[in-house]
């Protein structure tokens, strides 16, 4: 069957392709070859500008542009051509070298020069880079979508920034807060641990097939080839890892991964509290025209989005931790085992993007559903113990925390039964005002001036 969204058999090239599409040319096979075709031939670019390997002369401005062209205006033709290589020769990295080779034929400036195609490199150093891009390149796309849902978060904070709700500690009643404080403390979360994913050194090698310079050496023992592949490595905006076997040691990549799992685990803690908030009915869903709940209770309006965002960040977390625990680790000097895993980078981004989307649709959808939110406020006014008990504390009563378990726990409290017991109290008289104006619905301390300010700190 020809591969389309119906046959494909991952759901992020079929059913979810449209919100996946945008790590397609970065992440699939066509994108690893058109990033190692850009290190071979910044690499030859490189040799000709190194006054110290006179064999490679100073290209013109004609060779130049060649070269340039093949990588902007590398194609799918060109990725199939590399393909048709590979197929003969059974090596992926050796094809790029010979596809190059054939693509600069009748440009006689570069053939004089062909066999500087890939020089002195080992696959893996055409390969980590290629890696390394992919990975900086498609982290803007995750960083951007982060970005946005995270706005939303912010956004849904900043709606409800003085809306009281009834917290639930252990599932019971407990002191108030607001719908907004609840949701800035998910906004900062996520905003940390997109500081860390930022932070994250994407490294790159440039050393031969041990990491030591050998055949580099061995060739020009008088050139600083450090020095040159540092150069090299930073030009692309890559750090330079000075240490390595022939492979690079993918340390950071590990970084990467946990950084996203750890941006993904605050989220699913976000979509299981909003699945909680609407069962409880403190969200309403805004209904959509045409939308089917369920195929067989019409009223249905289920927390879809949401559920479906938990599962696919899930499966996203399972196998980010798989690539953290695996590609730190290589046989010695180098083992193959790697080399099919690295391929599968883009797979856990890929159900990242979907989760992202299905939750900022989610959220779209939410209404704070305040009538409901006031009336277990109202059905809760045993939650003012603690403040009562507070107050007692400070002016001395014995055994306040005592006294209030006594009166209120496992009992139906309401308004008059803590005005009375209030009203007895041997306390300053505004200190019984106070506690006499204290409702459910005000008892929420610093949660509004919290709430507010997540706008300035995201």
Same mark, same amino acid.
């Given at each position: 069957?020809?591969?389309?969204?119906?046959?494909? /058999?991952?759901?992020?090239?079929? !059913?979810?392709?449209?919100?996946?599409?945008?790590?397609?040319?970065?992440?699939?096979? +066509?994108?690893?070859?058109?990033?190692?075709?850009?290190?071979?031939? &910044? *690499?030859?670019?490189?040799?000709?500008?190194?006054?110290?390997?006179?064999?490679?002369?100073?290209?013109?401005?004609?060779?130049?542009? %060649?070269?340039?062209? /093949?990588?902007?205006?590398?194609?799918?033709?060109?990725?199939?051509?590399?393909?048709?290589?590979?197929?003969?020769?059974?090596?992926?990295?050796?094809?790029?070298?010979?596809?190059?080779?054939?693509?600069?034929?009748?440009?006689?400036?570069?053939?004089?020069? @062909?066999?500087?195609?890939?020089?002195?490199?080992?696959?893996?150093?055409?390969?980590?880079?290629?890696?390394?891009?992919?990975?900086?390149?498609?982290?803007?796309?995750?960083?951007?979508?982060?970005?946005?849902?995270? @706005?939303?978060?912010? $956004?849904?904070?900043?709606?409800? #920034?003085?809306?009281?709700?009834?917290?639930?500690?252990?599932?019971?009643?407990?002191?108030?807060?607001?719908?907004?404080?609840?949701?800035?403390?998910?906004?900062?979360?996520?905003?940390?641990?997109?500081?860390?994913?930022?932070?994250? &050194?994407?490294?790159? &090698? +440039?050393?031969?097939?041990?990491?030591?310079?050998?055949?580099?050496?061995?060739?020009?023992?008088? =050139?600083?080839?450090?020095?040159?592949?540092?150069?090299?490595?930073?030009? %692309?905006?890559?750090?330079?890892?000075?240490?390595?076997?022939?492979?690079?040691?993918?340390?950071?990549?590990?970084?990467?991964?946990?950084?996203?799992?750890?941006?993904?685990? #605050?989220?699913?803690?976000?979509?299981?509290?909003?699945?909680?908030?609407?069962?409880?009915?403190?969200?309403?869903?805004?209904? /959509?025209?045409?939308?089917?709940?369920?195929?067989?209770?019409?009223? $249905?309006?289920?927390? /879809?989005?949401?559920?479906?965002?938990?599962?696919?960040?899930?499966?996203?977390?399972?196998?980010?931790?798989?690539?953290?625990?695996? =590609?730190?680790?290589?046989? *010695?000097?180098?083992?193959?085992?790697?080399?099919?895993?690295?391929?599968?980078?883009?797979? @856990?981004?890929?159900?990242?993007?979907?989760?992202?989307?299905?939750?900022?649709?989610?959220?779209?959808?939410?209404?704070?559903?305040?009538?409901?939110?006031?009336?277990?406020?109202?059905? @809760? *006014?045993? #939650?003012?113990?603690?403040?009562?008990?507070?107050?007692?504390? !400070?002016?001395?009563?014995?055994?306040?925390?005592?006294?209030? &378990?006594?009166?209120? !726990?496992?009992?139906?409290?309401?308004?008059?039964?803590?005005?009375?017991?209030?009203?007895?109290?041997?306390?300053?008289?505004?200190?019984?005002?106070?506690? %006499?104006?204290?409702?459910?619905?005000?008892?929420?301390?610093?949660?509004? $001036? =919290?709430?507010?300010?997540? $706008?300035?700190?995201?």
């Amino acid at each position: 069957m020809k591969l389309t969204e119906l046959t494909a /058999i991952s759901p992020i090239d079929g !059913r979810y392709f449209e919100k996946t599409e945008i790590l397609s040319s970065i992440f699939s096979e +066509f994108g690893l070859i058109k990033y190692r075709v850009l290190i071979e031939v &910044k *690499w030859l670019q490189d040799m000709a500008d190194n006054i110290g390997i006179k064999e490679v002369s100073s290209f013109s401005q004609e060779a130049t542009k %060649f070269l340039d062209d /093949i990588v902007t205006n590398f194609s799918l033709i060109d990725a199939q051509e590399v393909k048709m290589i590979e197929h003969t020769i059974n090596h992926d990295v050796k094809a790029v070298e010979y596809f190059l080779k054939d693509k600069i034929k009748g440009n006689s400036e570069l053939e004089a020069v @062909s066999e500087f195609f890939h020089f002195a490199c080992t696959s893996e150093d055409i390969n980590n880079l290629s890696y390394a891009l992919m990975l900086l390149e498609g982290r803007n796309i995750m960083l951007t979508k982060m970005r946005e849902l995270l @706005s939303f978060i912010a $956004k849904l904070a900043e709606n409800n #920034v003085s809306v009281p709700m009834l917290s639930r500690t252990h599932g019971q009643t407990a002191s108030p807060s607001t719908v907004g404080k609840e949701m800035a403390n998910f906004a900062y979360r996520l905003k940390r641990q997109i500081e860390q994913l930022e932070s994250v &050194k994407i490294m790159g &090698k +440039f050393n031969g097939s041990v990491g030591n310079f050998n055949a580099h050496i061995c060739a020009y023992p008088d =050139l600083d080839w450090q020095y040159i592949s540092q150069n090299f490595i930073e030009s %692309f905006g890559v750090n330079y890892a000075m240490y390595t076997t022939q492979i690079e040691p993918h340390d950071y990549i590990a970084e990467y991964f946990h950084s996203i799992n750890r941006f993904n685990t #605050v989220l699913i803690d976000f979509c299981r509290d909003i699945w909680g908030y609407v069962s409880l009915g403190y969200f309403k869903q805004k209904t /959509i025209t045409g939308e089917v709940g369920s195929s067989t209770m019409p009223h $249905k309006v289920n927390p /879809i989005d949401f559920e479906n965002g938990e599962g696919n960040l899930g499966i996203a977390n399972a196998i980010n931790m798989y690539l953290a625990d695996k =590609l730190a680790i290589s046989r *010695w000097q180098r083992d193959l085992s790697d080399s099919t895993i690295l391929r599968n980078l883009g797979v @856990s981004c890929a159900h990242c993007l979907v989760a992202y989307a299905s939750i900022v649709k989610g959220i779209g959808k939410l209404q704070s559903n305040k009538a409901k939110l006031t009336q277990d406020l109202d059905n @809760s *006014w045993e #939650v003012l113990a603690e403040p009562i008990q507070t107050v007692m504390r !400070r002016y001395g009563i014995e055994n306040p925390y005592e006294k209030l &378990k006594d009166l209120t !726990r496992g009992k139906t409290i309401n308004a008059q039964v803590l005005v009375e017991f209030v009203k007895d109290l041997d306390i300053p008289d505004e200190a019984k005002i106070t506690l %006499f104006k204290l409702t459910p619905m005000t008892y929420t301390g610093d949660a509004q $001036k =919290l709430a507010k300010a997540i $706008k300035q700190l995201i």
